[in-house]
């Protein structure tokens, strides 16, 4: 009987007692007619209904990325098993050199400065509702998803 109940007790705490919390590993390249691009933001939006957290992630020079579930600190990088919606962002460069000339000391404004405010995509694809990407993912498995994302797309297209 001990043992049986120390067994459970195992198992609980490596399944993470049922509440869903779990992650698993979320991983591709995102790349803009068929050439990788560096430096863009990735969003996992939960479909409505889904029992997922926002996921997110950013792209190397390669185009690769690994998302993080929003409860990081709790639970470790990935994202939950479920349904997703996926939006990304990508943007000029910016220049902190332009809020210094200015004078600010701000470093929440440099923080924005650094961000350029073209979108070097359609911004159709920032917003997970409207980008047509979406992504299934798997309890335990490896989850690989490669979005190639076209120049001049527009939302029914």
Do not use: H
Request: aromatic share 8%; hydrophobic share 35%; charged share 20%.
């Amino acid at each position: 009987m001990r043992t049986a109940f120390v067994a459970a007790s195992l198992l609980a705490l490596f399944t993470g007692c049922g509440d869903g919390l779990g992650v698993s590993p979320v991983t591709g390249t995102i790349s803009l007619d068929g050439k990788p691009i560096a430096g863009a933001t990735i969003t996992f939006q939960p479909i409505e209904g889904g029992t997922g957290m926002p996921a997110v992630g950013r792209s190397d020079d390669s185009g690769t990325y690994t998302v993080t579930d929003m409860r990081a600190e709790e639970i470790g990088s990935g994202a939950a098993a479920g349904e997703y919606k996926v939006g990304v962002m990508w943007y000029e460069p910016g220049s902190t050199d332009t809020i210094a000339a200015e004078g600010s000391s701000d470093s929440t404004a440099d923080a924005r400065k650094a961000v350029g405010d073209k979108s070097l995509l359609p911004m159709a694809y920032q917003n997970a509702n409207t980008s047509g990407l979406t992504a299934s993912v798997k309890a335990g498995d490896p989850n690989i998803f490669d979005f190639d994302l076209k120049s001049d797309y527009k939302p029914g297209k």
